[in-house]
C-alpha cells in the first residue's frame, strides 16, 4: 500500500520545522505525522521537527495513512471520472445525488462511492470534498485524496487561486449585462436549511453575467454564467433569489418547477494551480441535458 509522500532538497541552514511552515504544511498534518504513523527524514535518518537543516539536506515528509471518517459507507457506484493522479480526482456530478452522507441520506452518495473506488484501489486516505455541489446541482467536483492536498486546494480556495464557475437558468430577463452582488449571507430564522441575505451574515461575492434571454411558451428566462469569489452555502440560489431571479427550479427560493424538476445549476468550469507541480489546471464542463433541454424549447 502507497503512503503519500513528499521530498524537498534544502537550499540555506534553518530549523526543520519552520522550513515545513514555508512548504506549506499545516500544524495538524505534522502533528498527524508525529502520532499517528508518519516520518520525517533528513537524509533517510528520522527526525524531530526541532532538527537543524543544513544546505543540501534531502527533507523526505512520509504522510500516515488515513482512515475512512466514522460512519462513511465505503459503497460501489458509478463515478463519471474527469482527471485523476495520485493526489486529485475530478468527477462529474450528477444532479439527484447527494455530495457527503447526511443523517437522513447515510448512503449511495459520492463520498460513498469514492469511499468505495479508494477501498478497491487500496488508496489509504479518507475522501476529503474540496468543493461540495448541493444535492439538486450538477457538474464538476473536486476531491484531494489526502488530508495535505486538501488544505493546499483549500487555501487555494480562500485566496481565489482556485476558480470556480457555474451557468444558471434563471426566472425573468435580467437587465444589465455583467455585474456583481456582495450580499453577506447567513440562516434564515426557524430553518436549518434556508439562507438569506443579511447584514450580519457572511461576506458572500457572485460575479454574474448574462449570456441569453429567450422564453419557454411565453415564460421569461435568462442563461447567465456565475462565478464565485467565496463559497457560502447556497451562494449563488440565495444571490439570485435576492435579485427577484430565482434559479428556474428551485422552488426553495423562489423559482417554479413547470419548466426544469431541480435548480438549473451548473459547474461548468474548475480552474487551479495544482498543489505539487504548480501547473495551471482547467477543467470544463458542458451542461446536463436537462438544462440543455430548455435551451432547445426557446421560443
Known amino acids: 500500500m502507497n503512503r503519500f509522500r513528499?521530498?524537498?532538497?534544502?537550499?540555506?541552514?534553518?530549523?526543520?520545522?519552520?522550513?515545513?511552515?514555508?512548504?506549506?504544511?499545516?500544524?495538524?498534518?505534522?502533528?498527524?505525522?508525529?502520532?499517528?504513523?508518519?516520518?520525517?527524514?533528513?537524509?533517510?535518518?528520522?527526525?524531530?521537527?526541532?532538527?537543524?537543516?543544513?544546505a543540501g539536506d534531502c527533507v523526505k515528509v512520509i504522510f500516515p495513512p488515513e482512515k475512512l471518517s466514522e460512519?462513511?459507507?465505503?459503497?460501489?457506484?458509478?463515478?463519471?471520472?474527469?482527471?485523476?493522479d495520485d493526489l486529485i480526482l475530478l468527477i462529474q456530478k450528477p444532479f439527484g445525488i447527494h455530495t457527503i452522507p447526511s443523517f437522513l441520506h447515510r448512503s449511495s452518495t459520492i463520498a460513498n462511492f469514492v469511499a468505495g473506488k479508494f477501498k478497491k484501489e487500496q488508496i489509504p486516505a479518507t475522501v476529503h470534498i474540496v468543493t461540495r455541489l448541493d444535492h439538486d446541482t450538477s457538474g464538476l467536483l473536486c476531491i484531494a485524496k489526502n488530508r495535505h492536498i486538501h488544505h493546499l486546494l483549500s487555501k487555494q480556495l480562500t485566496d481565489a487561486t482556485f476558480k470556480r464557475s457555474y451557468e444558471a437558468i434563471v426566472e425573468g430577463h435580467i437587465k444589465k449585462s455583467e455585474f456583481i452582488i456582495h450580499e453577506p449571507i447567513g440562516r434564515k430564522e426557524g430553518s436549518i436549511i434556508e439562507r438569506v441575505v443579511r447584514q450580519d451574515g457572511q461576506n458572500a461575492k457572485t460575479q454574474v453575467r448574462v449570456i441569453e434571454k429567450f422564453e419557454v411558451n411565453g415564460h421569461p428566462f435568462t442563461r447567465v454564467a456565475l462565478t464565485l469569489e467565496t463559497g457560502r452555502t447556497h451562494q449563488i440560489r440565495v444571490h439570485m433569489s435576492w435579485m427577484g431571479h430565482p434559479l428556474a427550479g428551485d422552488d426553495l427560493y423562489g423559482g417554479n418547477r413547470n419548466y426544469i424538476s431541480r435548480q438549473a445549476l451548473h459547474c461548468t468550469t474548475l480552474s487551479f494551480l495544482h498543489p505539487i507541480t504548480k501547473e495551471e489546471k482547467l477543467f470544463e464542463s458542458t451542461l446536463a441535458a436537462d438544462m440543455k433541454n430548455m435551451l432547445t424549447r426557446n421560443e
Do not use: C, H, P, W
Open 71 to 84: 460512519g462513511l459507507l465505503a459503497e460501489e457506484g458509478m463515478l463519471d471520472i474527469v482527471y485523476e
Open 6 to 54: 513528499l521530498e524537498y532538497l534544502v537550499e540555506k541552514e534553518g530549523i526543520l520545522r519552520e522550513f515545513l511552515t514555508e512548504k506549506e504544511i499545516s500544524k495538524r498534518t505534522l502533528t498527524a505525522v508525529k502520532y499517528q504513523g508518519g516520518k520525517l527524514l533528513v537524509n533517510e535518518i528520522e527526525r524531530d521537527v526541532r532538527y537543524r537543516l543544513q
